[in-house]
């Protein structure tokens, strides 16, 4: 290789080294506004409290929901700045792969931000009804009620209650909503069984509570019934009778009526709930 043919080589790679600067400058710049812009979507999200309203029953976390959104967006701004500097460097083989990648991302977009809002309304109606709840709670003096009915044996063991019961209903309507959510998410595998598990158990709670409503009504009924049978039984003497005969003598405060009226509301009560 003779002197004019070696300058020659470092001719063309000299040629080069602006543009790769120039590629450099671009990459650094571009880093530097991906990161800008993925610490300003965190701290744009930070103030709407947006993880402590949505996730706030979750526990503990590593990461909060601001956290990943802000490297979500980081991550994508930088690969597209990685293709800017292999396309000013014409390296179109490594650019090709990041571009068809950053279009595979950009084609799930619009799935995940409508399953992202059908998500946040699931939030908002299972929040209000939660909130609801809670208030019409308050207004009935449910937990004095839970304490009343031996359900409960404190305040705070009524509070909590409450409050699980509460929460529940939360989780429960945004139960409803998540094969929608899945769906969007075109995950029709898990959505579909999903979808059929919850029409079944939809079904069934009707049932439910008309079979509650009619033993609670044979209860009224029953009652009524019963107190007009003791007190007709008492009235003819039967009391008397019984204590005569010797059948009432260990049991105080109870009568021979009582009895015989009770075993017609246990009898009554367990009819309605054979048929219902």
Request: hydrophobic share 55%; aromatic share 12%.
């Amino acid at each position: 290789m003779n002197l004019n043919q070696w300058t020659n080589g470092w001719y063309m790679y000299f040629d080069h080294v602006p543009n790769l600067l120039f590629a450099l400058l671009v990459l650094l710049i571009g880093w530097l506004i991906a990161k800008a812009i993925g610490k300003g979507v965190e701290a744009a999200l930070k103030k709407t409290n947006l993880d402590d309203r949505m996730f706030s029953n979750f526990g503990k976390r590593k990461y909060s929901a601001e956290f990943i959104s802000g490297k979500v967006v980081y991550y994508i701004l930088l690969v597209v700045v990685w293709i800017i500097f292999f396309n000013i460097l014409s390296l179109s083989l490594i650019a090709t792969p990041l571009v068809q990648m950053l279009s595979l991302i950009t084609t799930a977009i619009p799935p995940l931000l409508k399953a992202g809002l059908i998500l946040l309304f699931a939030w908002v109606v299972a929040s209000l009804l939660r909130m609801l709840f809670k208030k019409g709670a308050a207004m009935v003096h449910l937990e004095q009620q839970l304490i009343k009915w031996k359900i409960t044996s404190s305040d705070l063991d009524a509070v909590n209650k409450v409050n699980r019961i509460a929460n529940a209903l939360f989780y429960f309507v945004l139960l409803l909503f998540l094969p929608g959510i899945l769906g969007a998410l075109q995950m029709e595998g898990v959505s579909e069984p999903l979808a059929q598990t919850l029409s079944t158990m939809l079904g069934f709670i009707p049932k439910l509570f008309a079979a509650a409503l009619i033993v609670f009504v044979g209860w009224l009924i029953a009652k009524i019934v019963r107190d007009i049978l003791t007190n007709f039984l008492t009235s003819i003497g039967t009391d008397s009778i019984g204590q005569r005969l010797g059948l009432i003598k260990t049991l105080e405060g109870t009568s021979l009526s009582i009895i015989i009226t009770d075993k017609f509301l246990f009898k009554f009560i367990f009819l309605l709930l054979c048929k219902s």
